[in-house]
């Protein structure tokens, strides 16, 4: 069984990624944008933009974490609470990763 890789990490790595995104987005919603949500959000996008930029996952993250997060949203929420939710997780992802220093 062969497993596929981006820069440094296996698909595992990559799925665990995405399943911490999800729960994120699942506890911010149900706990009502709250500010524990919002540190708790504001934490894993952090971590996110981290990993993404020690992975090389370059354009690799959008189809493999930020896209699917989209479609498990839409699943969990429908197409419009959803769509909300993801771009919500969006725009704190491009926060976080603004605030990284380059390397």
Known sequence: MSTKTYGTVDERE?????????????????DGRSRSSLRLLR???????AWASRSELGEDLDAEVLGPLEGELVVRYGDKD??????EFLKAFRLASEDRPSA
Not at 14 to 30: D, G, I, K, P, Q
Not at 43 to 49: K, P
Request: glycine letters at 6%; a positive charge.
């Open 43 to 49: 934490d894993e996008v952090g971590s996110l933009a």
């Open 14 to 30: 990559v799925r665990e990624r995405l399943s911490r995104c999800v729960s994120t987005m699942v506890f911010y919603r149900a």
């Open 82 to 87: 959803g769509r909300k939710l993801h771009r």
